[in-house]
Each structure stands twice: as C-alpha cells, then as structure tokens.
Nanobody
Framework: QLQASGGGLVQAGGSLRLSCAAS????????MGWYRQAPGKQRELVAS????????YYAEFVKGRFTISRDNAKNTVYLQMNSLKPEDTAVYYC??????????????WGPGTLVTVSS
C-alpha cells in the first residue's frame, strides 16, 4: 500500500528527497506523514500532511529544513530534507491514516528507508 524510496548516505549539510507512493485503499483523502526511528530511540513523527495537502505539520527539530508535499495525481507524498545533520540519521517510515484517522496513530506503514548523515 505504501512504497518508500530515496534514502541513502549523505554528508552533513546535504539534501535528500524521500518519496512514498500510495496505492489500494489509500487516497488523496488520507492524511499522510513521515516518521523516523533512530537506533535506540522511539519512533517519532517528523512531518505530516492532511488529505489534499491543505495543512502540514512539522516537528520542531526539522522546521525550516524539511518540507513535506503531496502530488495527488500520483498519490505520492514527498519529504524534501535539506541541511541534514548527523542526528537526522534514522530509518524513515511513510505512514497514512485511515479515512478521517489521526496521523498520530497511522493505520498504514510503509517499509522503512535508511537515511545516514555523515559528519
């Protein structure tokens, strides 16, 4: 249902763009977002977008550096990550809610994609 791509290795200060293509029951009406989980830490919400992309949310630690966007025609959500820091190193997960659900409790999860930022 969710297929993420775009992770990799980048130097500090660099950029990466993650993509997540949705299919099946997930449409442009579902809220979608990105979580991440660093080694030894809990999974945390990074950014989210309401269905249609009208409202976005960013965790404080990525504000001004990351941008979430949606291409409804492709049913795809993106996470543009700029000015990356070593502490951004984590496995990033795409997530989607059920219709009218809450992104804090996603129904759907994509496989993680590893982002490694070297210092």
């Amino acid at each position: 249902q969710l297929q993420a791509s775009g992770g990799g290795l980048v130097q500090a200060g660099g950029s990466l763009r993650l993509s997540c293509a949705a299919s099946g029951s997930i449409s442009r009406l579902n809220d979608m977002g990105w979580y991440r989980q660093a080694p030894g830490k809990q999974r945390e919400l990074v950014a989210s977008s309401t269905g249609g992309g009208t409202t976005t949310y960013y965790a404080e630690f990525v504000k001004g550096r990351f941008t979430i966007s949606r291409d409804n025609a492709k049913n795809t959500v993106y996470l543009q990550m700029n000015s990356l820091k070593p502490e951004d190193t984590a496995v990033y997960y795409c997530a989607a809610t059920s219709l009218f659900g809450n992104i804090g409790n996603p129904r759907y999860w994509g496989p993680g994609t590893l982002v490694t930022v070297s210092s």
